[in-house]
């Protein structure tokens, strides 16, 4: 079996990163956000797997169930923050979080 | 793990162990009184046990791999304590204007503490993230705390999805880094080690920018500060206190841990390969750029939050001075500016946002503007001069302790050969000149006293609260006038 080399795995994860960066940053739906925010996560969990294994330590595969559990957390406020917002605006788009300016 | 390291940790321990009693103690009996004394109690207790500690610890201890217990990270833990302490007595007040029992509250504050504990002291990416997740969570449940209030889905979800972004950056980054140097620790210096392949260095690199940056976020350095004034505004008074106050002090701790672990960042070596100046430079554009923006869009903020939001942007910048040092030798010299800067923009900002507290409190009104402070001198006196000592020491006035805390910047800078920043942090001082007394204007403007009267119940203030305001401009004059009473402590650490 050849080696997958470590680089490729980054540039894997770099990409997922970017997919998810870019759902984040263009989607209107505050529930898609929340999704790409996880995308996110999940690509630097395949960067901290690769590197974990290219060295042999469990290090990496430790962080990665630190970013799940960070994930759960963040995914919990989230989805009440989202019921908040559809039980106030009966709607879940982003351009309704503007008010505040100046 | 020997005695000696549970004694060092102790403080945390108290605070992780004040937690779970809380939770017990709602269980049993909810009442708001009762969880507040319970809250300020462990934070008295841990303070203690890290002064104590501060007194007994020679040098810097090693607490597994996770932690390092040094005396820079004990004195940022009591600021944050401290700091802590003034939110959970400025939030009863706000607190009592529903039925509800509000014990959630106190529960995510003494998280937020142990999220900002784990980070001053932490050595190491693993618990650098626990920490930062910790304080960060909890924070958006309490900047969402106000449900009835009018911005409190939108502030809270801008500060969620910002600050989940900043993390996975910050993730990435450490990734990277790990991805290259096969360790999680921060000491794990790769760059210094001359045998480095360019792929190698490529990818260290970019974790450390995309590390940096995910900091940055946090700090709310300049290109990343959007977020800043909306989630001040909308945030309730005491937890954007909190905001400004522990969050950036923990950030900006663990920040310099990691910057000054790793040699090859922040020392120019003449043989250097290019990059290692850029994350050096890069540093230097985020302090500039914080400075010049966060003191010019601050000039035409009427709304007190959004105006203390920028100003801390551009204290943040003031801060990031400290990096540049040339030689290990000056190391300590930035940490003991960083820590007395931090100590006169923590106490600043305490007494400022007291003040706001009181006011709002005492108008009924969230959102309130410089103008509502007009003629507040003729009024009542000891929050008149609670303002013009904490915003003269903001603006770095002499006789106060934001002078003492520039001149330690400037020391820094000048060690450091840096004339950009310090012409940046000249201009941005005199920028910050005209918000800054443009406050103490409104203080003694006479001319409005008379159309507010209506609106305005005469301020009586508790004779408790009333202490702790006259205890605050005590402390500014007193460490103003003689700041060696702080130095000193340092000089020993």
């Known amino acids: 079996m050849s080696a997958i080399p470590l680089s490729h795995i980054l540039i894997l994860a770099s990409i997922l990163f970017s997919i998810g960066f870019v759902g984040v940053i263009s989607r209107k739906n505050t529930l898609f956000i929340l999704m790409s925010l996880e995308v996110m996560l999940n690509a630097v969990g395949v960067a901290f797997i690769g590197a974990g294994s290219a060295w042999h330590q469990a290090d990496g595969q430790v962080m990665f169930i630190l970013i799940l559990t960070l994930a759960a957390a963040e995914v919990a406020v989230g989805l009440a923050l989202l019921i908040q917002m559809q039980r106030r605006f009966k709607s879940l788009d982003i351009d309704l979080l503007s008010k505040l300016k100046g | ?312 942007i551009a204290h943040m910048g003031y801060l990031l001075i400290v990096l540049m040092v040339l030689s290990p030798q000056s190391v300590v010299l930035a940490w003991q500016s960083a820590l007395f800067y931090l100590s006169a923009y923590v106490l600043a900002t305490v007494s400022l946002f007291m003040v706001l507290q009181l006011t709002q409190n005492n108008s009924c009104n969230t959102e309130l503007n410089v103008d509502d402070w007009q003629g507040l001198f003729w009024q009542k006196r000891s929050l008149a001069m609670l303002v013009i000592v904490a915003v003269l020491s903001l603006a770095g006035i002499p006789l106060t302790m934001g002078f003492i805390g520039k001149f330690y910047l400037l020391n820094v800078a000048f060690y450091a050969q840096q004339w950009w920043l310090i012409a940046a942090l000249i201009i941005g001082s005199g920028i910050a000149l005209v918000y800054y007394l443009g406050i103490i204007f409104a203080l003694f403007n006479t001319s409005s006293i008379d159309q507010h009267n209506g609106n305005y119940r005469p301020l009586k203030l508790k004779p408790l609260v009333n202490a702790s305001v006259v205890t605050l401009v005590a402390f500014g004059v007193a460490l103003g006038l003689y700041p060696e009473l702080l130095s000193q402590i340092f000089i020993n650490f």
């Open chain 2, 1 to 312: 793990m020997t005695l000696l390291m549970i004694h060092s940790i102790s403080p945390l321990l108290i605070v992780a162990f004040g937690i779970v009693l809380s939770l017990l103690l709602i269980a049993w009996r909810r009442s708001q009184k009762l969880i507040l004394a319970f809250t300020l109690t462990i934070f008295v207790c841990a303070m203690l046990a890290s002064i104590s500690l501060m007194m007994n610890l020679t040098d810097a201890m090693q607490v597994t791999i996770l932690m390092k217990v040094d005396n820079y990270g004990n004195f940022a833990f009591i600021l944050i304590l401290a700091a802590s302490l003034a939110v959970g007595l400025l939030s009863t007040a706000w607190l009592t204007h529903s039925v509800e029992v509000h014990d959630e509250f106190f529960i995510l504050l003494q998280l937020v503490v142990l999220g900002a504990g784990i980070l001053v002291m932490s050595d190491h990416f693993a618990s650098l993230f626990l920490g930062f997740e910790l304080l960060s969570i909890a924070l958006v449940g309490m900047v969402g705390y106000s449900r009835d209030s009018q911005y409190s889905v939108e502030s809270s979800f801008k500060y969620l999805i910002l600050s989940a972004t900043a993390s996975s950056f910050m993730l990435l980054g450490i990734a990277f880094i790990y991805s290259q140097s096969g360790s999680l620790s921060f000491a794990t210096d790769l760059l210094s080690s001359n045998e480095v392949s360019p792929v190698i260095s490529l990818f260290h690199h970019a974790g450390v920018l995309l590390f940096l940056i995910g900091v940055a976020f946090k700090l709310s350095l300049a290109p990343f500060h959007f977020w800043t004034p909306d989630v001040y505004q909308g945030a309730p008074t005491s937890v954007t206190l909190l905001l400004a106050t522990v969050s950036k002090v923990a950030m900006f701790v663990v920040l310099m841990k990691f910057w000054f672990s790793q040699p090859s960042l922040f020392i120019q070596p003449i043989v250097s390969n290019g990059n290692t100046l850029s994350t050096f430079n890069f540093m230097s554009i985020f302090a500039i750029l914080s400075m010049l923006v966060g003191n010019t869009l601050a000039l035409k903020q009427q709304n007190i939050k959004r105006l203390l939001a920028y100003s801390s």
